[in-house]
């Protein structure tokens, strides 16, 4: 069975670092594309950032710079370093698998989001 | 970017109801359209891949189309578990894989 458990999260304030963990059972993470995903308070869904099978990394304009995806194949874990935090960084994190058929991606598996909070 | 705007953002509905929304992109995105639903304190989930694929385990109820621009999830009659936030998502401009802001599905 796929899971995904996310832990980590916590309150830090403005400036401060924190370090998401993702541990997946089920499957490999290291042969899949891992996603972050955050959803602030009573917001929508907005895409972080993305790990692929080659080890390659994206982020979206809003976490450039200040947050890196990484994974430790042997832990099959997933991670998001988040530095230089801002109040705005407030959000429940999800990571999620993203699968495809053909070359149609769609996210298939979520953990079940851990809440990180943002302020002094 | 690509924006994605979804409408409405909040629809109120009953038991059995033929339900209706619309994600409409701000440029060509093929069938690169995955439609979520997302019940409060859970993690979305994902029901309509490729505008109009039906992902596994999902009740037919549900379906996804496409015209140009224009994306539609039809919930052709409405359960009481359906009562939850729909998000659409792009995946044709990578990695940016943008969402709608979401339509909120209440009980009238």
């Known amino acids: 069975e796929v899971q995904l458990v996310e832990s980590g999260g916590g309150l830090v304030q403005p400036g401060g670092s924190l370090r998401l963990s993702c541990a997946a059972s089920?499957?490999?993470?290291?042969?899949?594309?891992m996603t972050w995903v955050r959803q602030a308070p009573g917001k929508g869904l907005e895409w972080v950032s993305v790990i692929y099978s080659g080890g390659s990394t994206n982020y979206a304009d809003s976490v450039k710079g200040r947050f890196t995806i990484s994974r430790h194949n042997s832990k099959n874990t997933l991670y998001l370093q988040m530095n230089s935090l801002r109040t705005e960084d407030t959000a429940v994190y999800y990571c999620a698998r993203a699968s495809w058929i053909q070359q149609f991606y769609y996210f298939d598996y979520w953990g079940q989001g851990t809440l990180v909070t943002v302020s002094s | 970017d690509i924006q994605m705007t979804q409408s409405p953002s909040s629809l109120s509905a009953s038991v059995g109801d033929r339900v209706t929304i619309t994600c409409r992109a701000s440029q060509s995105i093929s069938n690169y359209l995955n439609w979520y639903q997302q019940k409060p304190g859970k993690a979305p989930k994902v029901l309509i891949y490729a505008a109009s694929s039906l992902q596994t385990g999902v009740p037919s109820r549900f379906s996804g189309s496409a015209s140009g621009t224009d994306f539609t999830l039809t919930i052709s009659s409405l359960q009481p578990e359906d009562f939850a936030s729909y998000y659409c998502q792009q995946t044709y401009s990578t990695p940016m894989y943008t969402f709608g802001q979401g339509t909120k599905l209440e009980i009238k």
């Open positions: 089920g499957f490999t993470v290291s042969t899949n594309y």
